[in-house]
């Protein structure tokens, strides 16, 4: 949600300056509970970040109604309520991270050495193919 927000910034920069703002809100609340068990994790969700994220759909319902359909910032919002329950998944257990990003930097990785190890094997067969004249 906040990189799609990030993308349309340029559009309405106030209402994605206050929209990261609130993002930046529920991370500072995660940092708070790096080192924190499960448990304790879960019950500092839900006593900071379920009203924050309540106060921000409230936010993202009132910029859909001040932005045409199209615009990119309610393309951005469109998006984040038709994933809130998604988004929200980290407030109900306190094992979940707040995002993605770890198993996306894992499938980055695991995409590019099968990239690199795909490109070597295709380097090993053209070295062994014999060479013909075209």
């Not at 929209?19 to 448990?39: D, F, I, M, P, S």
């Not at 009203?51 to 984040?80: D, F, G, M």
Request: net charge negative.
């Amino acid at each position: 949600m906040r990189r799609k927000i990030i993308d349309a910034e340029k559009s309405a920069p106030e209402i994605a300056e206050e929209a990261v703002e609130r993002v930046r809100a529920l991370y500072a609340v995660e940092h708070q509970a790096k080192g924190l068990t499960t448990e304790e994790r879960l019950k500092l969700r839900q006593a900071q970040s379920l009203p924050l994220l309540t106060e921000l759909h409230e936010r993202l319902l009132v910029w859909k109604e001040q932005l045409l359909p199209r615009h990119p910032v309610a393309e951005a919002i469109n998006y984040a309520l038709g994933q809130w329950s998604e988004l929200n998944v980290f407030s109900t257990d306190g094992a979940v991270p707040i995002d993605n990003n770890v198993s996306e930097r894992e499938m980055s990785a695991s995409c590019s050495i099968g990239r690199t190890a795909c490109l070597s094997a295709i380097r090993v067969a053209e070295e062994r193919r014999p060479f013909c004249p075209a």
